[in-house]
């Protein structure tokens, strides 16, 4: 948008078709590498040198660096009164070179990078919105972007995109900084389409990077990169590496395990075998899979510490998938969601839970999304109200072949009570609801699951505690906030239809919150009595006044105080914000009277002072005498 003789605002219209995004770590202005010293220097140089030597070396280094900052300080205060008299650019602005891209003291400085469908890659910087690089990568769909080389050591932070075409696919290793390619062979490609791109927790031993194994359905793993270096990293984990197939609308699950290294004209590949498979009922079809906040979980506690101090430990088994079906009876006009706890090493059920009556609000518009993080797993849907649920119960009661009077009469008794049950626990209304889930090891709090190694192999079913509330509005999309050391209370994020992004505490969705009255043991662990509604709080609003058109996604990413988390939703528009649900208390407040407390520390060392000549003088004193 143009005003006159100046540009108002400019927008990247491929941002409206975001199909995948990431958060990118900046590297540190001065930052420890594992080839150079804290001086920049290589360390066979360093450690050749003699304590001496190392000595005057770094007397050396630091005059140098002073010197130059004295003769940098006229062009730091230009800069710096240049900033402080000229107005931000605008949010989404043009491409601008001179964007510091280097952590920032709190770590609230990130790029992020977002895909477009038409193979459009953008950066932006979190810190005011500004495009860092954009690039076009080619006529194909992109599948996804990973960081495969975080911005720890003296390299630059790289990521890998996946685009795909209908006869191969390309992976490209871009510099997440400048945007460019990296190294003397940026892009690889594979003939063939894949059904999943899975980054695995290993590095190769060349470029430090992560390596991604691309699974072709029941047929094959490839690696990328397809090096001897990846290889000889994969096989650390290829024992221990695991995996299922499904999709949205499939009628199955079926776990695979990797087979052993074979090679081949392209290259090398390892082989899969079927370990296991679960076919779900006649009409059932898989609605929606839960998505991990991040493959590197912060478990900040083993348990919950309860209000008599008993422990109930969570349940932490990192293989347990939870996945939500559909089934939909057209003949009735209703459904019911079934949601899965299934451990992906051995396909075990842990848990299932038959939600009647649930289902999409309509055809086409899909209302059933899942979420899973540390212990927890959040379900939404839309629910048709008592009336579907006692009548898909019917049905399904009703099918089967015909059966003699005394099977007959005892059936009619059992769907008589059934429908008693149902009336009883199912809710009195017709809208969106909610479950929030929690997994632990045992149902009495301070027992835990035999054995000190776990595997899935002797795995127990474990406990899981559930609670359903009412959510008076349409949700698009979940996510949920994430911390460096995980100990800041969670809070789950919600994208509405009314282009609002929603933050709800993690205690108001609790499922141990208490029914009826409260007891001394509930209130001193600080639990909030049960209601069925989830009040909509104005003051819960993350997105404020501004409407955020079509929320389909939601990540999010820590920063450097544990306080707080970013965040950044997704659809037809952007929106970043910063999110503290436990407030900022590892931060000083604005009105924090720092006048009043170095006054105090000033008294105080005036204070020690003339105590202190006192003290001596009095101890003269003493020996005189």
């Known amino acids: ?28 202005a001065q930052m420890l590498s594992l080839e150079v010293d804290e001086l920049g220097e290589p360390l066979e140089l360093t450690e050749s040198l003699n ?23 006229p062009a730091f205060v230009l800069n710096l009164q240049k900033e402080l008299t000229s107005q931000k650019s605008p949010a989404g602005g043009s491409t601008n070179s001179s964007i510091l891209l280097v952590q920032d003291k709190l770590g609230f400085r990130k790029l992020a990078v977002l895909a477009s469908s038409s193979g459009k890659i953008s950066a932006l910087e979190t810190e005011d919105g500004r495009l860092a690089w954009t690039r076009w990568i080619g006529p194909a769909h992109v599948r996804s972007v990973e960081v495969v080389r975080a911005s720890n050591v003296k390299f630059p932070p790289l990521i890998a995109v996946v685009t795909e075409t209908a006869a191969d696919t390309t992976f490209t290793t871009i510099n997440a900084i400048t945007g460019e390619d990296y190294g003397s062979t940026p892009s690889q490609t594979i003939s063939g389409k894949f059904s999943q791109v899975v980054k695995l927790p290993v590095r190769e031993k060349d470029e430090h990077t992560e390596v991604i194994a691309l699974v072709a359905g029941t047929e094959r793993i490839r690696l990328f990169p397809s090096t001897s270096a990846a290889a000889d990293a994969f096989a650390l984990v290829k024992d221990s590496f695991f995996f299922y197939e499904t999709a949205v609308g499939a009628s199955g699950i079926t776990g695979f395990a990797s087979g052993n290294l074979v090679k081949d004209k392209t290259g090398f590949y390892y082989p899969v075998r079927k370990t296991w498979t679960i076919d779900f009922p006649v009409d059932e079809k898989v609605a929606a899979l839960a998505s991990r906040s991040s ?6 506690s083993l348990g919950r510490v309860l209000g008599n101090r008993s422990v109930y430990y969570k349940y932490l088994n990192p293989n347990v998938i939870a996945i939500a079906t559909l089934l939909e009876n057209t003949r009735a006009g209703t459904s019911n969601v079934n949601l899965y706890l299934i451990d992906s090493v051995t396909g075990a059920i842990f848990h299932r839970s038959s939600y009647l009556g649930a289902g999409h609000a309509a055809r086409g518009l899909n209302s059933i999304h899942l979420l899973q993080v540390d212990n927890s797993v959040i379900l939404s849907y839309f629910n048709h109200g008592p009336d579907a649920a006692e ?3 019917q049905l399904v009661s009703e099918a089967g072949t015909a059966d003699t009077t005394e099977e007959v009469g005892k059936k009619k008794r059992r769907r008589s009570q059934k429908r008693k049950d149902i009336a009883n626990n199912a809710p009195d209304v017709k809208g969106y609801e909610i479950v929030a889930l929690e997994i632990y090891e045992n149902e009495r709090p301070d027992k835990r699951m035999e054995g000190n190694t776990y595997t899935s192999f002797s795995a127990k079913r474990p406990q899981v505690l559930s609670q359903s509330f009412v959510f008076p509005n349409t949700i698009t999309a979940v996510g949920v906030t994430s911390t460096t050391a995980g100990i ?9 239809t009314s282009n609002q992004l929603l933050g709800i505490n993690r205690r108001l969705l609790d499922p141990r919150r208490p029914q009826g009255a409260m007891s001394n043991d509930d209130k001193e662990e600080m639990l909030i009595p049960y209601r069925s509604v989830i009040d909509y709080n104005p003051r819960d609003v993350a997105s404020y006044y501004l409407q955020v058109m079509g929320i389909e996604r ?3 990413s820590p920063t450097l105080l544990e306080s707080t988390s970013l965040v950044l939703a997704h659809g037809v528009d952007l929106f970043f914000v910063r999110r503290a649900p436990s407030k900022t208390f590892d931060v000083l407040s604005e009105d924090f009277n720092y006048i009043a407390l170095i006054s105090t520390i000033a008294l105080l060392l005036v204070g020690i002072e003339v105590a202190k000549y006192f003290a001596q003088r009095k101890r003269l004193f003493d020996q005189w005498m």
């Open 51 to 73: 304590p001496v030597s190392r000595y005057i070396q770094r007397w050396k280094t630091h005059f140098v660096k002073a010197k130059s900052f004295i003769s940098n300080v």
């Open 391 to 393: 009548l898909i119960t």
């Open 1 to 28: 948008m143009l005003k006159p003789n100046e540009e108002a605002w400019k927008r990247e219209e491929a941002l409206a078709d975001v199909v995948s995004s990431v958060f990118v770590d900046l590297p540190e």
């Open 488 to 496: 800041t209370t969670r809070e789950f994020l919600f994208g509405l």
């Open 554 to 556: 939601i990540i999010t």
């Open 295 to 300: 493959s590197a979980e912060a478990h900040p």
